[in-house]
């Protein structure tokens, strides 16, 4: 079983960056695809982006595309992903998941229901 726990969420003004981190215990994550989702205020959980297990394959919501960039380092058990240009309609709770992955090393999962693992989650809040 893995544990993933968010960090790097804050208050950042319209057009900040910041980097969040899902670090991972219990389980190597290198067996593992990995994805971030978002929810804000009365919305429902949405995806954002996600990297396949060798991290060769990444996906974004088009909402993101050219501002977000997911990226993962094995070696630290941790899957990050930087938030550029940030803008207000992204304030949200970031959520990691994590799905075990064993044979398609090069697919990434962009379906909430797709993962088995997934973190507390971390506040981002832009203001404007």
């Known amino acids: 079983q893995v544990q993933l726990v968010e960090s790097g969420g804050g208050l950042v003004q319209a057009g900040g960056s910041l980097r969040l981190s899902c670090a991972a215990s219990g389980r190597t994550v290198s067996n593992y695809a990995m994805g971030w989702f978002r929810q804000a205020p009365g919305k429902e959980r949405e995806f954002v982006a996600a990297i396949s297990r060798n991290g060769g394959n990444t996906r974004y919501a088009d909402s993101v595309k050219g501002r977000l960039t997911i990226s993962r380092d094995d070696a630290k058990n941790t899957a990050f992903l930087d938030l550029n240009s940030l803008k207000p309609e992204d304030t949200a709770v970031y959520y990691c998941?994590?799905?075990?992955?064993?044979?398609?090393?090069?697919?990434?999962?962009?379906?909430?229901?797709?993962?088995?693992?997934w973190g507390q989650g971390t506040q981002v809040t832009v203001s404007s």
């Open positions: 998941a994590a799905k075990e992955v064993r044979y398609y090393v090069y697919a990434y999962y962009y379906a909430s229901g797709d993962y088995d693992y």
